[in-house]
């Protein structure tokens, strides 16, 4: 059994580009989350995806999207970057939506927006 | 809405107990996490309680939950410095899996 893996590891990008960070949940787990964690502070629930589906959404802009396929692989996209940004997006994969909710994390893409 | 706060900063000695506190404001919340944050690493779910629960041990975690005062604490007995991390309390309610997180509290644990 795979952890949950995440690409790229770090990325340094312009204010106004894209970007899109990827995942890798964790075999058999149909739900993913993504969080955004700034510098010494604790993860943002940005949204969730279950099945494939936009499950929930935090206080995050639609300039924040995301996608879930089939093979358990996610994708974060962020539109017109902005200089707060900047910080650790971490994605987690779950069995399901029943509590307790057992996350598990990956390693994040540390996001560098100048 | 909700939120969790937790104080910045714990030292202990080696061998000592540790206790992390941790205050929310969801009422509704039915679970209650402690996570681990290595640097560089992800987010490690160390254990979780049902909020009909008073307390919880695994091992050398021992969780407290004061539900009216809305207080949570994670006391790890005999700290070692392989325990030097960031802890973060966090919580979740609702149909969906949307876990509020704390701010976080640095451990340091001194040899």
């Known amino acids: ?24 949940s964790q075999s058999g787990h149909n739900t993913v989350s993504w969080y955004q964690q700034a510098l010494g502070q604790g993860p943002q629930f940005i949204f969730q995806y279950y099945r494939e589906e936009e499950n929930g959404r935090g206080n ?15 994708e974060l996209n962020v539109n017109a970057l902005e200089l707060d940004d ?16 057992e996350q598990y994390f990956g390693p994040g893409t540390r996001l560098t927006v100048t | 809405g909700e939120d969790v706060e937790q104080s910045l900063f714990l030292s202990v000695r080696e061998g000592d107990s540790s206790v992390i506190n941790c205050t929310y404001t969801d009422s509704s919340s039915t679970y209650l996490y ?26 050398r975690l021992t969780v407290l939950l004061n539900k009216k005062d809305k207080h949570l604490s994670l006391r790890i007995a005999d700290t070692q410095t392989g325990d030097s991390a960031i802890y973060f309390c966090a919580e979740s309610s609702g149909g969906y899996q949307k876990v509020t997180f704390g701010t976080g509290t640095k451990l340091q644990v001194i040899p």
């Not at chain 2, 402690?34 to 307390?55: C, H, R, V």
Request: include cysteine.
């Open chain 1, 1 to 24: 059994e795979t952890g949950v893996t995440q690409s790229p590891t770090h990325l340094i990008k312009t204010r106004g580009q894209q970007v899109t960070l990827r995942c890798s």
């Open chain 1, 60 to 74: 995050f802009p639609p300039r924040f999207s995301g996608l879930q396929f089939p093979n358990y692989s996610s």
């Open chain 1, 86 to 101: 900047s910080a650790l997006y971490l994605c987690a994969s779950s069995l399901d939506l029943a509590g307790p909710y």
């Open chain 2, 34 to 59: 402690w996570y681990k944050q290595e640097p560089g690493a992800g987010l490690q779910l160390l254990t979780y309680i049902f909020s009909n629960m008073d307390m919880k041990q695994d091992q």
